[in-house]
């Protein structure tokens, strides 16, 4: 099993949005991009990937999940 992958999420398409490596690059022709591939795109990089390849990404790693606050 990856690491950061749960056994439901294996199964399922990756979300970028979901992924440590997603960044947002500012640029509009490419505004999104896969830090851990290390391209751009107009698109997705799941999608990109997924178009390539004919797999979904396989270097989907979830995001840490935010620590808890208590109000004081």
């Known amino acids: 099993m990856n690491a950061g992958v749960s056994s439901s999420t294996q199964n399922a398409a990756p979300n970028c949005w979901q992924c440590r490596h997603f960044k947002v690059s500012h640029l509009p022709a490419t505004p999104y991009a896969c830090g ?3 391209f751009r795109t107009n698109i997705l990089p799941c999608i990109e990937v997924l178009r390539a390849d004919g797999k979904p990404c396989r270097g989907f790693m979830a995001k840490p999940s935010a ?3 208590i109000a004081s």
Request: aromatic share 0%; charged share 15%; hydrophobic share 50%.
């Open 67 to 69: 620590p808890v606050r």
């Open 36 to 38: 851990l591939m290390g």
